[in-house]
């Protein structure tokens, strides 16, 4: 199994010098900043998102894109992360616990577990398309005039 990491920042030095080894068997891919169309590509192809953030920020478009095609995700839970993947699901760990373990967890499940797991997201997925998003919006404007 490989591990794609997608982005920049502070810490990609870091990683980088970290993990050199790992690199280079090319176990690891450090991608840097793509385009919207080749991180679409990637997680089309992925097994699942591993989204271990721990910004309490107000909303995450990357999720909404897994969700969109219908990609299994690990998350930590911050912000709305519960609220875009839904109450019950199996996946999100809070920041405070080991993400490690949950990961381990995942792997162990067979290929009907991710199966499971896209199901649900496809169904989550209805949550965020237009029409959908469109009536919230304009119940929310009529609130407010």
Do not use: H
Not at 106 to 117: A, C, D, P, T
Request: glycine share 4%; charged share 25%.
């Amino acid at each position: 199994m490989k591990l794609y990491i997608i982005g920049n920042g502070e810490l990609e030095s870091e990683i980088q010098e970290k993990y050199k080894d790992q690199i280079n068997s090319q176990s690891l891919v450090c991608f840097g900043k793509l385009s919207q169309s080749q991180i679409s590509k990637l997680m089309q192809k992925a097994y699942c998102l591993i989204f271990p953030s721990i910004w309490n920020e107000p909303f995450w478009l990357v999720l909404i894109e897994a969700i969109a095609v219908w990609l299994p995700i690990l998350a930590t839970n911050v912000g709305i992360v519960q609220k875009i993947l839904g109450e019950k699901y199996p996946f999100i760990v809070e920041k405070t616990l080991n993400f490690t373990d949950l990961l381990n967890n995942y792997r162990e499940f067979s290929k009907k577990g991710k199966e499971i797991l896209s199901k649900k997201m496809q169904k989550r997925s209805k949550l965020f398309q237009r029409e959908e998003t469109s009536k919230d919006l304009l119940w929310l404007i009529n609130k407010c005039i």
